[in-house]
Nanobody, 124 residues
Framework: VQLQASGGGLVQAGGYLRLSCAAS????????MAWFRQAPQKEREFVAV????????LYANSVKGRFTISRDNDKNTIYLQMNSLKPQDTAVYYC??????????????????WGQGTQVTVSS
């Protein structure tokens, strides 16, 4: 599985961006898809996940109510709609995936496939 993330950029606080992550390969609908982010000199942290069966959608507390994860299985793509952006949202955002994953969804070590990252910068 190969992942290609896009949609990052520079935005003012209070603005919005939509990130996309296109996946190659078959059986996209059997893969749980997640977003993580990593700010400078910080560890990579969980942002949001949507399980392969659509039954579980989780968000980090820091983005709950502002970010929305969604997927289009026909296009093999997931999205992260980010509204009301804050300077503390500045980071490189990564999409990640694992097949049939429904546990330890926020654990980076459980995801074998990663996109290359897209930079999001929020100015104050």
């Amino acid at each position: 599985v190969q992942l290609q993330a896009s949609g990052g950029g520079l935005v003012q606080a209070g603005g919005y961006l939509r990130l996309s992550c296109a996946a190659s390969g078959r059986s996209f609908s059997t893969y749980s898809m997640a977003w993580f982010r990593q700010a400078p000199q910080k560890e990579r942290e969980f942002v949001a996940v949507n399980t392969w069966d659509g039954r579980i959608t989780l968000y980090a507390n820091s983005v709950k109510g502002r970010f929305t994860i969604s997927r289009d299985n026909d296009k093999n793509t997931i999205y992260l709609q980010m509204n009301s952006l804050k300077p503390q949202d500045t980071a490189v955002y990564y999409c990640a995936t694992r097949q049939y994953g429904v546990t330890s969804l926020g654990d980076t070590s459980r995801y074998p496939y990663w996109g290359q990252g897209t930079q999001v910068t929020v100015s104050s």
